[in-house]
């Protein structure tokens, strides 16, 4: 089965400056401006938020 790009693959890069990424999918129809997610941060180790990059 082909992937569509109602849902791509997004990236999720840490705001810490620590240039750790989380790769996630985004149902475009759903939520369709940028992802923000606050998930740790094993570099920093904390919490801290990961925004969308394209």
């Known amino acids: ?5 109602l849902r791509p693959v ?3 890069r840490s705001t810490a400056g620590t240039g750790y990424t989380y790769v996630t999918r985004l149902n475009r ?3 369709p401006d940028r ?3 606050r ?3 094993p570099v920093a180790r ?8 394209r």
């Open 39 to 41: 998930n740790f941060d």
């Open 10 to 12: 997004v990236r999720l």
């Open 1 to 5: 089965m082909a992937r569509n790009e």
């Open 29 to 31: 129809r759903n939520d």
């Open 35 to 37: 992802m923000a997610l």
């Open 46 to 53: 904390q919490h801290v938020l990961f925004r969308e990059e």
